[in-house]
């Protein structure tokens, strides 16, 4: 099984850890395709805004081009679906949600030479502009438009509740293997949701290998063995969740699940 660590991601940009998690997940991905693509978006935006002297007038060009004359845009219909997580699925369609299209834009903004940084704000994916001469603009990848703190901070109480805060940490660079993991997880539940449950499976060995041992995972993974119709290794993922969190609520749930399918299996054989 592949295994992955958190310097593999520190060290190439965003998006082509992206593709690498895409592949790994499903080896279909078209990875040489999507960077020949990217290459592609790259010189043809550097041609556009060859005549731009002003960075922030040349950083409104580059957004324009993106979203108006590119076509990208956040998929507002099917915004769980997996196809919106996998980056060359997301160029193909000119659709994706934040982390895709903030990946895609951070990469060409930053080999544009922007001070682009990516941001886990807690409610969706941010782009920071870290500006040398005034305070920083984000924004939002899913539509390309700026927001402001008043903006943030009503997503902030909208997921959070009315006393919710801005903080300085939500503003904070995120690091790749942070984002990595985070995107792992979109697409297991997009996988989960589609019935895909080999891929889901795949999604939860690699999921481990950042987190060995994690109850939830292993739970996680007892169910998509389940559906799978393999019940004796999804009855040992239940047992290790119900003995390493007793006192979680699933866990009284599952208990009598084990029962269920433990008393099926010696039944069946």
Known sequence: MLEFFDEDFDNIPLVEGALELNKAINPETKVHWAKQELERLYKDAEATLVHEIDEEQRFDAFLRLFFHEWGFKGDEQEYFISDNSFIDKVLERRKGIPVSLGSILLYL???????LKGV???????LKVDWMHKKPDYINPFNGEYVGERI???????QEGPLAQL???????????????????????????????????????????????????????????????????????????????????????????????????????
């Open 120 to 126: 886990t704000f807690p409610t969706q994916f941010l």
């Open 109 to 115: 903004g930053k080999k544009l030479g922007f001070p």
């Open 167 to 269: 903080k300085p940490e939500h503003f904070e660079e995120a690091d790749n293997p942070t984002i990595i993991g985070r995107w792992l997880a979109l697409i297991k539940s997009a996988m989960l949701r589609e019935e895909h449950y080999t891929l889901a499976l795949r999604c939860t060995n690699l999921a481990l290998t950042f987190v060995p041992d994690d109850p939830y995972e292993i739970r996680d993974r007892g169910f998509i063995f389940q559906q799978l119709e393999c019940p004796q290794v999804a009855v040992s993922d239940f047992q290790y969740f119900i003995d390493q969190c007793p006192d979680d609520p699933a866990s009284e749930l599952l208990k009598s699940q084990v029962n269920v399918m433990s008393e099926t299996h010696v039944t069946l054989h």
């Open 152 to 158: 943030l901070q009503a997503w902030l109480i909208g």
